[in-house]
């Protein structure tokens, strides 16, 4: 599917455009040489919220890939996610 003119079609279904190409985005992480390839791609939480594209980055289940993807987590308990792993006193 080509995305010169319009967006990708598929995008509701994880596709995304890239070098006028639609691409679903576990391709695009597993091609990528660095996290500024896309800018979706992450590595933490703190790269999606530095980037700008989300404040949550979700891993892709095949571990030979080795960036995420940002997504903007809308939880009243996300801001909550550090705290919780703070140590007990």
């Known amino acids: 599917e080509s995305c010169v003119w319009i967006p990708c079609l598929t995008g509701y279904f994880?596709?995304?455009?890239?070098?006028?190409?639609?691409?679903?985005?576990s391709h695009i992480a597993s091609t990528a040489k660095t996290m500024n390839d896309h800018h979706l791609l992450c590595q933490s939480h703190e790269d999606c919220v530095t980037k700008g594209s989300g404040n949550f980055c979700a891993h892709f289940p095949d571990h030979d890939i080795h960036y995420g993807w940002c997504f903007r987590?809308?939880?009243?308990?996300?801001?909550?996610?550090?705290?919780?792993k703070m140590p007990k006193l």
């Open 73 to 84: 987590a809308e939880s009243e308990g996300f801001p909550l996610k550090d705290f919780m």
């Open 14 to 25: 994880g596709c995304y455009c890239q070098s006028k190409v639609c691409y679903h985005n």
